[in-house]
């Protein structure tokens, strides 16, 4: 049995799609694993749904906030009550492959790898495949990350012994700036290139809104980041063309 990993699933209003979520890492070929799941006050049947699978599988645990605080208070609540020695997160409506923690973690300490991302391939809302993959390179450091944020939140994993303060920061696009974070500590970021997730394209969802995302990353490298002007220009360049080359091709 390998080492405890640690799964960090925020939740909210999620009963839509939070089933297939739940059963994706239940069906794992790597069974060493606990899933902390923070409910952040969701008013539809997410908590049921959550209740009668940890009735089911003692691995799966609960929880709740009493107020609304957003996706990064929640996952930062479930990185502290983990326990394992790996970190890995999954959001509500996204699907791990059953060889996904098998993969990776062995992947990693080939590597001996301080966090790492795998590939992953776009679904729509009701689930049917739409033959897009988004392919990852082999490593990634700070000045490449800020190009373009390569490493999908719900596919990475860091190893919590070589990684131990990875709470995000409250901040829109929170994943990506603790990304950042990271890798300025001269770490460098493993990449799978396999397929190992499905990333569910949702129509109202945050990162549907390109207007918005774009804000958030120049105040991502303005901010919290303290770039000049021009290096702001630079890579916000970058990161908009890598972003259109990304999903429109």
């Known amino acids: ?49 959550i209740e009668r699978y940890m009735e089911l599988d003692k691995r799966i645990k609960l929880i709740s906030l009493e107020k609304n605080k957003g996706v990064a208070f929640a996952r930062n609540t479930g990185i502290k009550a983990a326990k394992g020695r790996y970190v890995a997160f999954l959001d509500s409506d996204d699907l791990w492959l059953p060889q996904k923690l098998e993969k990776q973690i062995s992947f990693m300490l080939e590597k001996n790898a301080y966090i790492s991302f795998t590939a992953y391939e776009l679904i729509n809302e009701s689930g049917k495949r739409l033959n897009k993959i988004i392919n990852v390179p082999a490593l990634v450091d700070y000045r490449r990350l800020l190009k373009e944020n390569i490493m999908g939140c719900f596919t990475v994993i860091i190893d919590m012994e070589k990684i131990n303060n ?84």
């Open 166 to 249: 990875i709470e995000m920061p409250i901040v829109k696009h929170e994943d990506y700036a603790t990304w950042l974070r990271i890798l300025k500590d001269n770490v460098k970021a493993y990449g799978l290139n396999e397929v190992l997730g499905y990333y569910r394209k949702v129509n109202n969802s945050i990162s549907a809104n390109k207007y918005k995302s774009a804000k958030w990353v120049w105040n991502i490298y303005r901010n919290v980041e303290k770039l000049s002007y021009f290096q702001c220009s630079y890579y916000f360049l970058n990161y908009a063309v890598r972003g259109i080359l990304k999903h429109y091709f």
């Open 1 to 49: 049995m390998g080492d405890l990993v640690s799964i960090i699933t925020p939740v909210y209003n999620a009963e839509k799609y939070l089933k297939d979520t739940i059963e994706s890492v239940i069906n794992q070929d790597y069974d060493n694993w606990e899933l902390i799941i923070v409910d952040d006050c969701s008013k539809d049947g997410s908590r049921l749904i």
